[in-house]
Structures are given as C-alpha cells and as structure tokens.
C-alpha cells in the first residue's frame, strides 16, 4: 500500500494523507488475463474463475499454485475474485436458503430486533449469528453447505489454515437503498477519529486479518443492487480515513464496478476493497446473500482472562484512586489493562450497534461508571447486563 511523507514522519495517517488525485491514479490499474492463469475473464477490472480454476485443483502442486494466483489477485491485483458457479448443487443453496428463511420469520414472530450496520433497522432482513444457528437447527445442511471446496480454497489463500468463519446472511427487499462507500472489519468499522489513533502499520495489518465474501443465494441481476466495488481501492494506504471524506465517496459514486450475480456464485474481497452494497430497484427480488468474514486464528491473546471479574475487583480501587486526584491518564492505564476495549466478538442480536458501526466496550462502561461515581452494585448490575449481551442464543 502507498505511503505519504506525513505517515513515515509521525507512524499514522491523517486526513491530511489522503488525496484524490493519488487514489485515482491507484485505482486506474488494469486487470490483464494473461497475469491470472487459472482465470477464466476479467469483467469491469474484476477476475472471474470457474472452469480453468476447478480443473488445475487436482493435484497438490495445482492447488498451490491456484491458492498463489488469488493471493495475488487480492494483494497486488484488483482485491476481488469471482467464483462463477461455486455451488455447482444448487439444491444445497437452496436448503440454507430455506433454513434462513425459516430463521427470519421465527425472530420476526419473537420480536428479535433487526438491527443493521448500514441500514435502518428493519429496512431489510439480516440473520445475525447465522453460522451457529444453521449449524444447531440444521446440522445436515451446514454439512453440506461448507464442505464447499471453493469456501476452504479461498479462505485458506488468505488466511492460512486454521481460519475461522462467521457468517451474516442479509437480504435486501425491494426499494433497500445503497450503502456509501467504504471499508470493512477491524478499522472500517471505526470512525475516522478512532481508526487515525491507529499506527499506519496497523492500517496495513488490518486487511490480512479477515477476508469478506458473498454467496449469492438468489440471481442478482444489477435492478437488485448487487454489492458495488472500485477494484484496486485496497491499496491504497490511508483509506480507513479516506473513505470518510465527501470527494472519496463522490469518487466512488462515479467509478464503481457492479457485476451481476447468478444464484450459487461467490464473491470474495479484500476487506479493505471500498464497497457498498446497492439499491434494490426492483419491485419483486428479495436479494439474498450469505455474507462471509472469515478470520484469522492469530487475533487473539495467548492466555485467557476473566476480564468481568478483574473488572469487578477493580472498579472500587478506580473509586478510591480518582477520589484521590489520580489523573485521567492513571485510569485509563488501568482500565486499558485490565478491561476488554474491543466490542467484538459479540452477539448482535442483542448487543447491536446504536450510533455507530460497533457496540460499546468493556472499557466504555467502566470509564463511564468511574467518571460518573456509580455504586458498586450498579456498575455489576450493568456489568453483568453487558456481557449476558455478549453471548451465543440458546438455540
């Protein structure tokens, strides 16, 4: 990813780093065939695989080789891959599709709150959780559903082995409007403020630790606002700002790629691909799709902590020492060491996303409980009440 002088200076980026010009000679790239072997045409800058890709996957060799060709495709190239036809069984779509379905009607019928992170809540219909709750009620057809080879052959591309899948399935019902522009899980789902305390190497980091994807569970024609994307947009360094600011959204809005979608076609990214999902114009099509993030297995401390019991240790020394004149910095010290200050993961059923992109922290609460001066027995009250939040549905 580019750099700009004033993120060498000072190790992080600023709005100041972003210019347009620079991006759109970054995005002007060309996707050439001949660089991708195993793929079958390049539609709109975007690399389509299908038939070439499944007959090199015998072999051991061919696998590799395969699995190099999209690492590449989703560094150096146009950071997204098309899979045409990578449900070949369409009745197996069809199954999960039906156990979806099911799901949205029993949550409707129970009142579960369809929250969203890009739409108003219940504009459309979004199945939190999916991956699990697929697999408790419908153990048969998870089975058959991610023994899919084209979900493994890209996932561990990306990732490595050891890969970790969760799964989103929205559905986007007629008149479901277009999302803006912008970047995906760790730091595009930041503001811009929070995202820029970042060093610019985490910046960096952040896309190789998830991969986005889409299973098309329906055929999405362009009328049903199959997701939009600017090929090569991930390369550019500091995008986690840049996808905030007015002229990057227009940008965006003048040069997107939209391609159509039959139903058991996947499309993977890299989450750092600016993208947005489209208006659905049609008067009938319900767009369903199965959004995948699949994640590193590295994300994670080496040692597990009973962070709710450190907190509830704590919280009276935090009294004790702010009434004491400790200074904000002590306490944060404290808190940044002790409490869990990342909101995910989470369960979003219940601990959804009001007034921003994720769900407050751990931390959140307990600097506001110690600012505030709560009782002992009201931050617990609160405390406990936010992690039940946090955990699996009974099924």
């Known amino acids: ?55 090199a996957l015998g072999p051991p060799a061919g696998r590799a080789a395969v699995q190099a060709e999209l690492m590449r495709a989703l560094t150096d190239g146009p950071g997204i891959v098309v899979f045409k036809r990578a449900f070949a069984d369409l009745s197996v779509v069809d199954r999960a599709t039906e156990a979806f379905l099911g799901r949205i009607a029993a949550e409707k019928a129970a009142g579960v709150a369809g929250g969203d992170h890009f739409a108003k809540p219940g504009a459309n219909d979004r199945v939190w959780g999916a991956l699990d709750k697929l697999a408790v009620a ?54 811009a403020e929070k995202s820029a305390r970042y060093p610019a190497h985490v910046h960096r980091l952040s896309p190789a630790m998830t991969l986005q994807g889409a299973v098309a569970h329906c055929d999405m024609p362009v009328e049903t606002g199959p ?71 590295f994300g994670r401390a080496m040692e597990t902590v009973d962070r709710v019991a450190m907190c509830r240790a704590l919280f009276p020394v935090l009294l004790e020492k702010k009434a004491a004149g400790a200074s904000d910095g002590y306490l944060d010290n404290v808190i940044a060491a002790s409490a869990e200050g990342y909101a995910f993961p989470t369960n979003l059923d219940r601990d959804q996303p009001i007034g921003g992109m994720a769900p407050r922290t751990q931390a959140d609460l307990v600097r506001q409980a110690v600012a505030e001066g709560w009782t002992a027995a009201a931050f ?6 936010q992690t039940a939040r946090t955990r699996p549905c009974p099924a």
């Open 1 to 55: 990813m580019n750099a700009s002088t004033a993120s060498c200076t000072t190790g992080r980026f600023s709005a100041a780093d972003c210019s347009i010009d620079d991006f759109a000679a970054l995005v002007a790239q060309q996707t050439h065939l001949p660089d991708y072997p195993h793929a079958d045409a390049v539609e709109r800058n975007v690399l389509i695989y299908g038939e070439r890709l499944r007959a």
């Open 138 to 191: 419908e153990p048969a057809v998870f089975a058959e559903y991610y023994a899919n080879d084209i979900l493994a052959l890209v996932s561990e591309s990306w990732l490595g082995p050891g890969y970790q899948v969760t799964s989103q399935v929205n559905v986007v019902n007629p008149g479901g409007e277009a999302q803006t522009a912008h970047r995906d899980y760790h730091l595009g789902f930041m503001d």
């Open 227 to 297: 997701t939009l994307y600017l090929p090569y947009s991930h390369q550019y360094g500091p995008g986690y700002l840049a996808f905030h600011l007015p002229e990057f959204t227009e940008y965006f809005a003048r040069h997107y790629t939209q391609l159509p979608l039959d139903k058991g076609d996947a499309a993977f990214f890299n989450p750092a691909l600016f993208h947005g999902a489209g208006t659905n114009v049609s008067t009938s099509v319900r767009r369903m799709a199965n959004l995948l993030q699949v994640s590193s297995p």
């Open 380 to 385: 617990e009250s609160a405390l406990d009440a």
